[in-house]
């Protein structure tokens, strides 16, 4: 039912039970209601025979070996470092099968060890026309790195980026996504465009801010000491593109015994419903907005989840106004919306 329904059904009944002109203007002051509650992002929300226009990238962190050393606590096994190996040279090939079968070009996050360490799958992605972003070197902590060394492993990827594509990457992910305290400067330094690491929004762009600053508590002092409100800096002018749990294959398809088992044996249908829930509603709800998963060679290149991704891409692809892109694209066009 529909606020206008329920508008005119209350009205009816009120007048009929003699309800109180109090009770009407109750009824009547419900969109008024409504039109308070506002978000940032309200311009792009869908109008009623408005354009769509929805972008949608699956990029893809490699990951692979350096993801394992880095991240995945696999950092002494010979098994694990064989499911990085999996990644790069099974994984990668069977992501640019399905891309080049839909005929899409998407963007991929290379960390430096998996760029040195596979350089002919490389070669396939930058000859496929996708993107290269930066995405570290052994998949290292931003947050557990001093400023030299995070400045240093940056430099060395955008290094090797270059080597490929001839150009310097535009876009970063975050290993963990997780920021140091430096990384947004890093980042502006070196002139990337954007970051897609941050969890602010989940489908429209914004730009980063930098000095976020929150307290923690501490239960030893009183409670004045940690009683602060959280604040932020002015934008910057670093684009964030969103990424989210949600969206990502990692969590409920990667098993890693290391962390206690994590996840792995999630039915693919029940994670693939939940993506297409993700995208229907925000298909919904927004005339502009973006929709960027993020996929592991060593995670969706197993077959169940090729599958699962070949059915997502069938039900995305079916809805008007949809445009599947690279992030760089993406931040782009973003970018020239709010000039
Ligand atoms: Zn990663």
């Not at 947050?143 to 535009?170: F, H, Y």
Request: with cysteine.
């Amino acid at each position: 039912m529909s606020i206008d329904d329920s508008r005119r059904k209350l009205l009816k009944t009120g007048l009929m039970a003699g309800a109180s002109l109090s009770l009407l203007a109750a009824a009547w002051s419900l969109p008024a209601i409504a039109g308070k509650i506002t978000t940032p992002t309200d311009r792009y929300r869908a109008r009623p025979g408005g354009k769509k226009e929805i972008y949608v990238c699956f990029g893809v962190h490699i990951d692979a070996v350096s993801g394992w050393i880095g991240t995945y606590g696999g950092q002494d096994s010979i098994r694990d470092i064989t499911r990085g190996l999996f990644s790069g040279e099974v994984g990668i090939p069977r992501l640019l099968m399905l891309f080049a079968r839909w005929g899409v070009q998407q963007t991929f996050f290379a960390p430096g060890h998996s760029i040195e360490t596979f350089p002919e799958q490389m070669k396939m992605i930058a000859d496929g026309g996708h993107e290269i972003g930066a995405h570290g070197y052994t998949h290292e902590n931003p947050a557990s790195m001093t400023r030299q060394q995070e400045a240093t492993v940056l430099d060395k990827s955008v290094a090797l980026i270059k080597n490929i594509t001839g150009q310097a990457p535009t876009g970063y992910v975050a290993p963990f996504w997780e920021f140091s305290k430096n990384t947004i400067s890093l980042l502006l330094e070196r002139d990337f465009i954007y970051d897609h690491s941050m969890m602010q929004h989940d489908f429209i762009p914004y730009r980063l801010r930098k000095n976020l600053v929150w307290k923690k508590i501490n239960y030893k002092k009183a409670p004045e000491a940690w009683m602060i409100p959280t604040t932020q800096g002015p934008e910057t002018k670093l684009l964030e593109i969103p990424a989210s749990w949600y969206m990502d294959d990692l969590p409920p398809f990667q098993f890693m015994d290391h962390l206690g088992g994590g996840g792995g044996y999630s039915d693919p249908y029940v994670i693939e419903k939940m993506w297409k829930d993700r995208f229907d509603w925000m298909y919904r709800e927004y005339d502009y907005a973006v929709y960027t998963l993020t996929i592991h060679p060593g995670v969706s290149g197993q077959a169940q989840n090729l599958l699962a991704l070949e059915r997502l891409y069938d039900h995305i692809h079916g809805h008007n106004g949809v445009k599947f892109t690279t992030i760089n694209e993406i931040a782009t066009d973003f970018s020239r919306r709010t000039a």
